[in-house]
C-alpha cells in the first residue's frame, strides 16, 4: 500500500487527532522533514501561493506553502465534529498502530466510509464538504493502488476533485496521486499532462512550476521519450541560476535524458561518476548515487543499480526526499532481480518512512 497517496490525509493525524475531539482551525505541514502544527484562524485568499494562519494568541501570521501542506481542519458544526474525529482516528490507526496490511486496509475503509457519509452531513459550508470530497478521493486512491478493479473508480474521483481543487491547496496532492494511478495503466504522458496543466494554474510560484518540470519529465522518461524530457529541461535550464535550489535536480535529470542510447549511457555514468567523486555533502551524495541507481535502471542493470540505492538506504539518508527515492527503487530493483521477500522488506520501509 503506497502511503505516499495519504500524504495529506494521513501523515499529520500522529500529531494533532488526539489533542481534542473538537476540530478547531489547524494547519499541519512538512518544514525540514518534520511535521508542524499551525493552530489559528486560516485565510486561503491566495491559495496556491501562501496558507495563512493567524494564531488565536499572540499576533504573528504563520505563512505556510501549499504545497507543503499535509492536511487542513476546519472550523466544522458541533453535530460534524465528533463524526469527523471519528474518521481521523481511523486514518491514524491506519498509518500508526495497524499492525500488518490488514489492519491498515480495515481502518483506511472504516475512515473511508465515514468520509462518504460526512460529504452529505457538510452541505452548507463549502469548505468543510470539499475537504470531505477531497478525503474521498484520496482515500478511494490510497485502497486502489494495486487494485486494477477499483483504479478506474479512483480516477475519475481525482480528476472530479482536480477540476473543483484548482484553486486549493488540495490540488498539489490531487495531482501527485492522479499521476500515480495513471502509472499503474501505463498512462505516462496523462500522468506528465497532470503536472503541465498544474503548472499552469494562475498564482503557483516558480519553485512548484519547476517542481512540476522535473515530475513531467520523469513520467516522459517513463513513456520512453526521452528527447521530448531533455528538450523541456534544456530550456527551462537556461533561464536558472546554478545557485537555484532545483539546478542540480534539473541538472542530473537531464544527465539521465541523455542515457538512453548505448553511447549516451556510458557517457552519463562517467559524468555522474565524477561528480560524486569530488562531492562531500552527503545530499548531495545521496542524489549523485540515486541518479546513478535510475541510470543503471534505464540500461536494465538492476544489479548495479541495487548497490547505489543500498548507499542512499543505509549511508547517505540525512535527506528524506531522497532516501524515500531510493526505497521505492529498492522495492523496485528487488522485484526485477526475482528477490520478492526484499522487494517486501523495503516496501514495508518505504511505509513506515513515509508515516514519519
Same mark, same amino acid.
Given at each position: 500500500?503506497?502511503?505516499?497517496?495519504?500524504?495529506?490525509?494521513?501523515?499529520?493525524?500522529?500529531?494533532?487527532? *488526539?489533542?481534542?475531539?473538537?476540530?478547531?482551525?489547524?494547519?499541519?505541514?512538512?518544514? #525540514? @522533514? !518534520?511535521?508542524?502544527?499551525?493552530? /489559528?484562524?486560516?485565510?486561503?485568499?491566495?491559495?496556491?501561493?501562501?496558507?495563512?494562519?493567524?494564531?488565536? *494568541? $499572540?499576533?504573528?501570521?504563520?505563512?505556510?506553502? %501549499?504545497?507543503?501542506?499535509?492536511?487542513?481542519?476546519?472550523?466544522?458544526?458541533?453535530?460534524?465534529?465528533?463524526?469527523?474525529?471519528?474518521?481521523?482516528?481511523?486514518?491514524?490507526v491506519a498509518a500508526v498502530t495497524a499492525k500488518d496490511a490488514k489492519g491498515?486496509?480495515?481502518?483506511?475503509?472504516?475512515?473511508?466510509?465515514?468520509?462518504?457519509?460526512?460529504? @452529505?452531513?457538510?452541505?452548507?459550508? %463549502? !469548505?468543510?464538504?470539499?475537504?470531505?470530497?477531497?478525503?474521498?478521493?484520496?482515500?478511494?486512491?490510497?485502497?486502489?493502488? /494495486?487494485? #486494477?478493479?477499483?483504479?478506474?473508480?479512483?480516477?475519475?474521483?481525482?480528476?472530479?476533485?482536480?477540476?473543483?481543487?484548482?484553486?486549493?491547496?488540495?490540488?498539489?496532492?490531487?495531482?501527485?496521486?492522479?499521476?500515480?494511478?495513471?502509472?499503474?495503466?501505463?498512462?505516462?504522458?496523462?500522468?506528465?499532462?497532470?503536472?503541465?496543466?498544474?503548472?499552469?494554474?494562475? $498564482?503557483?510560484?516558480?519553485?512548484v512550476k519547476n517542481d512540476c518540470e522535473l515530475k513531467a519529465a520523469d513520467?516522459?522518461?517513463?513513456?520512453?521519450?526521452?528527447?521530448?524530457?531533455?528538450?523541456?529541461?534544456?530550456?527551462?535550464?537556461?533561464?536558472?541560476?546554478?545557485?537555484? %535550489?532545483?539546478?542540480?535536480?534539473?541538472?542530473?535529470?537531464?544527465?539521465?535524458?541523455?542515457?538512453?542510447? %548505448?553511447? $549516451? *549511457?556510458?557517457?552519463?555514468?562517467?559524468?555522474?561518476?565524477?561528480?560524486?567523486?569530488?562531492?562531500?555533502d552527503e545530499n548531495k551524495l545521496a542524489m549523485f548515487h540515486n541518479t546513478?541507481?535510475?541510470?543503471?535502471?534505464?540500461?536494465?542493470?538492476?544489479?548495479?543499480? #541495487?548497490?547505489?540505492?543500498?548507499?542512499? @538506504?543505509?549511508?547517505?539518508?540525512?535527506?528524506?526526499?531522497?532516501?524515500?527515492?531510493?526505497?521505492?527503487?529498492?522495492?523496485?530493483? *528487488?522485484?526485477?532481480?526475482?528477490?520478492?521477500?526484499?522487494?517486501?522488506?523495503?516496501?514495508? #520501509?518505504?511505509?513506515?518512512?513515509?508515516?514519519?
Amino acid at each position: 500500500m503506497n502511503f505516499r497517496l495519504l500524504k495529506a490525509g494521513v501523515l499529520g493525524v500522529a500529531l494533532f487527532v *488526539f489533542a481534542t475531539t473538537a476540530l478547531a482551525q489547524k494547519v499541519a505541514y512538512r518544514e #525540514k @522533514d !518534520k511535521i508542524i502544527e499551525a493552530n /489559528g484562524t486560516i485565510d486561503e485568499s491566495d491559495p496556491l501561493k501562501v496558507i495563512k494562519v493567524k494564531p488565536n *494568541f $499572540g499576533t504573528t501570521v504563520k505563512e505556510v506553502k %501549499p504545497n507543503t501542506v499535509v492536511d487542513i481542519q476546519y472550523e466544522a458544526k458541533a453535530d460534524l465534529k465528533k463524526a469527523w474525529d471519528g474518521a481521523w482516528r481511523s486514518e491514524w490507526v491506519a498509518a500508526v498502530t495497524a499492525k500488518d496490511a490488514k489492519g491498515r486496509r480495515e481502518a483506511l475503509l472504516a475512515a473511508l466510509k465515514a468520509y462518504q457519509e460526512l460529504v @452529505d452531513k457538510a452541505a452548507g459550508d %463549502p !469548505k468543510v464538504q470539499r475537504q470531505m470530497q477531497y478525503k474521498v478521493a484520496i482515500l478511494t486512491a490510497n485502497l486502489a493502488e /494495486g487494485d #486494477k478493479t477499483q483504479n478506474k473508480l479512483a480516477i475519475d474521483l481525482l480528476e472530479k476533485h482536480q477540476k473543483a481543487s484548482s484553486n486549493s491547496w488540495q490540488v498539489f496532492s490531487v495531482v501527485d496521486a492522479l499521476a500515480r494511478l495513471y502509472v499503474e495503466t501505463n498512462e505516462f504522458e496523462k500522468a506528465a499532462g497532470a503536472f503541465d496543466s498544474m503548472k499552469k494554474l494562475p $498564482g503557483v510560484d516558480e519553485t512548484v512550476k519547476n517542481d512540476c518540470e522535473l515530475k513531467a519529465a520523469d513520467y516522459l522518461m517513463k513513456a520512453k521519450k526521452h528527447a521530448e524530457a531533455a528538450a523541456r529541461l534544456t530550456k527551462i535550464l537556461a533561464t536558472m541560476k546554478p545557485t537555484d %535550489p532545483s539546478y542540480e535536480a534539473m541538472r542530473l535529470k537531464l544527465i539521465l535524458c541523455k542515457a538512453n542510447t %548505448p553511447d $549516451g *549511457f556510458k557517457e552519463a555514468i562517467g559524468d555522474l561518476k565524477k561528480l560524486k567523486d569530488g562531492a562531500k555533502d552527503e545530499n548531495k551524495l545521496a542524489m549523485f548515487h540515486n541518479t546513478l541507481g535510475d541510470c543503471y535502471m534505464l540500461g536494465n542493470q538492476p544489479n548495479d543499480a #541495487k548497490y547505489e540505492y543500498l548507499y542512499v @538506504d543505509l549511508i547517505y539518508n540525512k535527506d528524506r526526499g531522497q532516501h524515500l527515492r531510493a526505497l521505492e527503487q529498492l522495492v523496485q530493483v *528487488f522485484k526485477d532481480l526475482k528477490q520478492l521477500d526484499k522487494s517486501k522488506d523495503y516496501m514495508q #520501509k518505504l511505509e513506515k518512512l513515509r508515516t514519519q
